[in-house]
């Protein structure tokens, strides 16, 4: 299974600063991307058409940061999955932490757009993860169990393994400096395979578990290198292409050289 190393944009930057974040990022990773390696950017939508065009090598792609679940019609701001496709797009992000706690998106309805992303054809990553409050109470399992099942409640079980992947982003390390420790994450991986394996049975050891929650170049080695890990989500240290390029090469033979 190739790792996949994925940038969050968030709303920053401009098509102009996208498009040459996303070719400075390819100058400084496509000729040295371990062969298990797979890059990934969700620009805002204003950009994802300049960026999709500007990561125009083998192994690196282009996501929206969110949609509606219709392919069309009166839903005025929205934005669909076959749009999103058209400016070329081949991934979708569900469930982020800031749709779920700042704009009130619900278990149910992220459960409704990672079916109909997956329906429309786009590789899905559904977000998971507790609030500080959660983890303290001892509640990590039961939020992760409840937001799997309702976020993976309408997704074909017998869904192709490599179109559908789960970021564990605890929220109280998004965008705080504060990444969770080896054995938090090596914890909460291992709880997200068990429930995608009830699920999904054996094909779930195929599906791919990324962390997010503040990685950055220096720690993102060792984070790499957790069992079930499979790739990275990034916010912040992913707006620089210095700094993204050191994470998507970190670990990695090529990194250990320079
Ligand atoms: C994120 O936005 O998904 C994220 C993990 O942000 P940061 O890397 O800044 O913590």
Redesign the pocket.
């Known amino acids: 299974m190739k790792k996949l190393m994925a940038a ?1 944009w ?1 709303m920053y930057k401009t098509w102009d600063e996208a498009e040459t974040t996303a070719r400075e990022l390819v100058g400084l990773t496509a000729d040295k991307l371990p062969e298990d390696r797979e890059v990934l950017v969700f620009p805002p939508f204003t950009a994802l058409k300049g960026v999709s065009n500007a990561l125009d090598a083998d192994g690196f792609f282009a996501g929206g940061q969110d949609y509606y679940i219709e392919k069309e019609g009166a839903f005025t701001g929205e934005i669909s999955p076959m749009m999103l496709k058209d400016a070329g797009a081949a991934y979708g992000l569900t469930g ?1 932490s800031e749709r779920r706690h700042v704009l009130g998106e619900g278990d149910e309805f992220v459960g409704q757009k990672t079916a109909y992303g997956l329906e429309c054809g786009l590789k899905v990553i559904l977000c998971v993860g507790e609030k500080i409050d959660e983890r303290r109470a001892g509640k990590v399992e039961e939020v992760l169990e409840r937001q799997l099942r309702a976020g993976l409640a309408d997704v074909p079980r017998d869904v192709a393994p490599d179109r559908l992947s789960v970021a564990y ?1 605890p929220v109280w ?3 705080t400096g504060e990444v969770a420790g080896p054995a938090e994450i090596v914890d909460a991986h291992g709880f997200v395979r068990k429930i995608l394996v009830s699920v999904f049975g054996e094909n779930a050891n195929e599906m791919r578990i990324l962390y ?4 950055k170049p220096d720690n993102c080695g060792e984070i790499i290198a957790l069992d079930n890990v499979d790739g990275v ?5 992913s707006l620089q292409s210095e700094s993204f390029s050191r994470i998507v090469l970190a670990g990695s033979a090529i990194a250990n050289k320079v």
Do not use: D, F, R, T
Request: overall charge neutral.
């Open positions: 969050n968030k982020h982003e390390a998004i965008g997010g929650g503040s990685v989500l990034v916010g912040g240290a």
